[in-house]
């Protein structure tokens, strides 16, 4: 099977289930995931975004290829996962209750 | 312990002589009020309802749900590049004129003339009824006379307003006043990259422009969203505005920057560390042709070097953010019923060149969210509370002076509406 990402990021082929368009799609995978879940894929995509600036860099949007929109769609899920693990400690926010804000227009990539 | 000068006075609110009492909060509960808010603002005033880049070509329209005004709008570019609005009602037999599957939920496209699903009437984009099925049945009928009925319509900086009421006479440059004036040149035009939130929020329309007109409370409720430490020492500090702005029905609070970039790379989470971003925005700003002190004069009125943003409360519901790092934010707050209202938050960022800055304005936006899950779910208990009339007055501080403002200024708007006979039939 061919890579979901780029070669540079394959420790991340195990959590390519977290390369979804659109905020919505990976919002609801997180409030539907637990906290160990949510842990894992952090420890492993967070420090490939780190050490990954320079590349993203170089990733124009136009004409964007599969591998990167992946990994680009995968650290957007990777932006919304460090809310409970670096701030809440839950995947909920806390004290949120049934409010849901929901994403209605959004970037193409 | 004061951070920022205040004026003579000794307060922003006894400044602009708004009494310093404590408030009832009865108009933002009693549905008899939100009745007479209904007519008095939401058919009376300068709504805006977009933005110029949604009707790219001739023949774009999107639909706008006016709930609170009892209305539905087309916004539509015609033939000639014109930007006009109907109210979105068929003048054969009232059907709603415009929708996909869900006749209460708004839509967009492009047409070239806009034909009713009932019995196929059909206007051109300009509201002229060019085609009657079996017009020869009719008694009659004179088409000219049976256009769809105009809405008021203008454009400011690309900021589409309409206004229903027929009668209205002031322009949208007057009714935009000072602020608009002194906010025009901001090239809005270039931040077309577009993230857009829409929210039900269980509380009355003008209690989340409370929360949103004011950051007293952002240590306390927010704390969460800064590391430990961070979160004590901001709490110790408080929260005081650099100034405050009234002008007519509308207000503004400017803001000190905060952290974009922060002062301590350790004072910020992780993830904003990696991407150089957070709730503030990207901490390098895109170039937009003016820098910060060339930006225009509402914007950073006291031209503080520690600027960091300013909110912008257009009456009645149309909030407007601009941030230092080039960037802007608006909110609007759709009334649905005394205690419920559709809020959207929509972000517009200078489009990335490329995944990295993408990422930093995704950041941005899910910060944005976080905080207004926080901040419309507070909402929902302050709403219910305020229901139970336990309470019926309440003391504002002086960094709350613009809630005072929005609420008695929603207040006259009702009052002297009830004051008109012509009117109050
Ligand atoms: S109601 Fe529109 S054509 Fe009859
Ligand atoms: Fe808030």
Redo the contacts between chains.
């Keep these: 099977m061919a890579n979901v990402f780029p070669a540079d990021f394959a420790a991340l082929e195990p959590y390519a289930d977290w390369a979804l368009q659109g905020?919505r799609a990976r919002y609801a995978k997180r409030v539907a995931s637990s906290m160990e879940e949510l842990q894992a894929f952090y420890d492993v995509a967070?420090p490939l975004?780190?050490k990954g600036?320079e590349y993203?860099?170089?990733?124009?949007?136009d004409g964007?290829g599969d591998e990167?929109k992946h990994?680009?769609w995968a650290?957007?899920s990777?932006?919304?996962v460090?809310?409970p693990v670096?701030?809440?400690g839950q995947p909920r926010?806390?004290?949120?209750?049934?409010?849901?804000?929901?994403?209605?227009?959004?970037?193409v990539? | 312990m004061a951070h920022f000068p205040k004026p003579s006075e000794g307060s922003w609110t006894e400044h602009f002589k708004i009494d310093t009492e404590p408030v009832s909060y009865a108009d933002s509960i009693s549905p008899e009020h939100y009745e007479l808010e209904r007519d008095a603002i939401f058919r009376r005033t300068w709504l805006n309802v977009g933005r110029v880049e949604q009707l790219p070509r001739k023949g774009s329209y999107f639909t706008k749900e006016l709930d609170a005004a009892r209305a539905s709008v087309i916004v539509v570019r015609g033939t000639d590049g014109e930007v006009r609005a109907f109210h979105n009602v068929c003048r054969h037999r009232g059907n709603k004129l415009v929708w996909d599957d869900f006749p209460r939920e708004e839509t967009k496209g492009n047409c070239r003339a806009f034909t009713c699903k009932y019995h196929a009437w059909r206007y051109d984009l300009e509201g002229k009824l060019t085609f009657v099925q079996q017009e020869s049945e009719f008694f009659d009928l004179d088409k000219s006379r049976y256009g769809l009925l105009p809405v008021h319509a203008e454009v400011w900086e690309g900021f589409i307003f309409v206004n229903l009421d027929p009668d209205n006479t002031t322009s949208l440059k007057d009714y935009l006043g000072r602020f608009g004036q002194g906010i025009e040149g901001y090239p809005f035009h270039k931040l077309t990259?577009?993230?857009?939130?829409?929210?039900e929020?269980?509380s009355n329309w003008k209690l989340f422009i409370d929360a949103f007109a004011e950051f007293y409370h952002a240590p306390i409720l927010h704390s969460?969203?800064y590391v430990a430490d961070e979160a004590a020492k901001i709490k110790k500090y408080g929260y005081e505005a650099l100034s405050y702005d009234i002008d007519g029905p509308h207000s503004m609070v400017s803001s000190w920057g905060g952290i974009a970039p922060p002062k301590a790379r350790a004072m910020v989470?992780?993830?904003e560390r990696?991407?150089r971003s957070g709730l503030f925005g990207p901490w390098e700003e895109p170039d937009i042709g003016l820098t910060t002190e060339q930006l225009p004069p509402a914007i950073n009125p006291t031209r503080s070097k520690v600027w960091g943003m300013d909110s912008f409360v257009f009456f009645p519901n149309f909030m407007l953010l601009v941030w230092r790092p080039n960037w802007v934010l608006t909110y609007h707050y759709w009334p649905t019923s005394h205690h419920t209202h559709i809020?959207e938050?929509?972000a517009y960022f200078v489009?990335?060149?490329?995944?990295?800055?993408?990422?930093q304005q995704?950041?941005a936006?899910?910060s944005f969210?976080?905080y207004?899950?926080?901040d419309?779910?507070?909402l929902?208990a302050t709403q219910t509370m305020l229901e139970s009339r336990t309470l019926d007055e309440f003391p504002l501080c002086d960094q709350e002076v613009l809630l005072r403002h929005l609420h008695t200024t929603a207040r006259k708007f009702v009052d002297s509406y009830a004051k008109q006979p012509s009117t109050a039939s």
């Design positions: 905020e967070f975004l780190d600036t993203l860099e170089k990733v124009t949007l964007i990167d990994l680009l650290f957007c990777l932006v919304t460090a809310f670096e701030a809440w926010v806390p004290d949120s209750g049934p409010s849901s804000i929901d994403a209605v227009v959004e970037p990539v | 990259q577009v993230h857009k939130y829409r929210a929020i269980g969460g969203q989470k992780p993830i990696a991407l809020f938050g929509t489009p990335p060149q490329n995944a990295f800055q993408r990422l995704e950041l936006v899910v969210k976080e207004g899950l926080q419309g779910n507070t929902e």
